[in-house]
């Protein structure tokens, strides 16, 4: 059973990895069940984020003004997590954005690791939620600051020995790591032709953006162009 791994979790603006971004990641590095180092870091999306996802982290947009692009936080997550397996609760949510974005960087991103969730869903049947906030307050688990990044990657890891030491013994292939599969696409940045005509639009409806136009993709700025023209019409000559 893997007791060697980085613990990770992320917090992003939506659901999805294709189209939302990543405004935090916090992990920590632990060999032989000890936690022997850490990283945490806010992250500047480009975008406004949503009162949903302020109301769910208690981050704010003042939070992650200033602070790096993702760009520059992802190579030094790689560097950090380095050849050690992965674990999550839903892993596979956090890897997907984490992939996604190296595809988009051209990064080699390749891993393996453990799922928590899997693992609780697998032993504790029982229960009313396997999620990671129900599970820390059932065996215990201090977790005071619930859906911030590292909080999350903290206590994860904590549940993780947990449930190996109570289910270890009778279920070890459950904690053996297990290879991620997550199939994305590279994302193209938006055109010098797309930038042109959002910004056009949008000086025309004088709309003020809430994003930063260099950083949208090919696919994002389409689908901003169709929503202005959808809701405010095209440029009348």
């Known amino acids: 059973m893997v007791k060697d791994y980085v613990s990770v979790d ?16 916090g992990a920590l590095k632990v060999r032989g069940g000890k936690v022997v180092d850490t990283f945490s870091q806010l992250i500047n999306p480009g975008v406004n984020i949503s009162p949903f996802i302020t109301r769910l982290t208690g981050i704010t947009n003042d939070m992650l003004a200033g602070n790096p692009a993702i760009e520059h936080v992802l190579p030094e997550f ?66 005071d600051n619930h859906h911030r990044a590292f909080n999350d990657a903290a206590v994860t890891s904590k549940l993780y020995m947990i449930l190996m030491e109570q289910f270890g013994g009778e279920m070890p292939g459950l904690f053996e790591p297990f290879q991620f599969t997550y199939t994305v696409k590279k994302m193209q940045p938006i055109t010098l032709r797309q930038k042109k005509y959002l910004g056009d639009l949008m000086k025309y409806h004088n709309i003020v953006p809430d994003f930063d136009i260099n950083q949208l993709s090919k696919n994002e700025a389409s689908k901003k162009i169709d929503k202005i023209l959808s809701e405010n019409g095209r440029i009348f000559d």
């Open 10 to 25: 992320i917090e992003t603006t939506g659901t999805c990895a294709k189209w939302d971004r990543i405004i935090e990641i």
């Open 78 to 143: 790689v560097e950090f997590a380095g050849d050690d397996y992965l674990l999550g609760h839903n892993i596979m949510f956090d890897y997907g954005f984490l992939k996604q974005n190296a595809i988009n960087m051209n990064i080699q991103f390749e891993k393996s690791g453990m799922d928590t969730l899997k693992i609780a869903r697998k032993t504790l049947r029982g229960l009313e939620s396997r999620g990671l906030e129900y599970l820390c307050s059932y065996y215990g688990i201090q977790d």
